[in-house]
Nanobody, 123 residues
């Protein structure tokens, strides 16, 4: 069993930055693909960024050039650096782990989820 705990959310002004962290329990974090999802009120959960066990990344078009996903396997932690935040980035952000080496755009393909952290972008 893997437990994921997100942190780093909060209120930020447009153009600001936040760094989300996702700490994972378990000793085989390094073989899991990781994904960051978000869900805004009234909208479906969407994949923001994914990273393979080897560190290859992919991003939703809406965040390319602004967000960076990374992982530190020595700390069992994944990160999402978010720069130039916009009001439309406001959502609950979730990290997810998949017992495969590659991430997926389908939320159902992930085996473990964190509890979520709120990100609000507002002036």
């Amino acid at each position: 069993q893997v437990q994921l705990v997100e942190s780093g959310g909060g209120l930020v002004q447009p153009g600001g930055s936040l760094r989300l962290s996702c700490a994972a329990s378990g000793s085989i974090f390094n073989v899991y693909a990781m994904g960051w999802y978000r869900q805004a009120p009234g909208k479906q959960r969407e994949l923001v960024a994914g990273i393979t066990s080897g560190g290859t990344t992919n991003y939703a078009d809406s965040v390319k050039g602004r967000f960076t996903i990374s992982r530190d396997n020595t700390k069992n932690t994944a990160y999402l650096q978010m720069n130039n935040l916009k009001p439309e980035d406001t959502a609950v952000y979730y990290c997810a782990a998949r017992r495969r080496s590659s991430p997926s755009s389908r939320a159902d393909d992930y085996d473990y989820w964190g509890q979520g952290t709120q990100v609000t972008v507002s002036s």
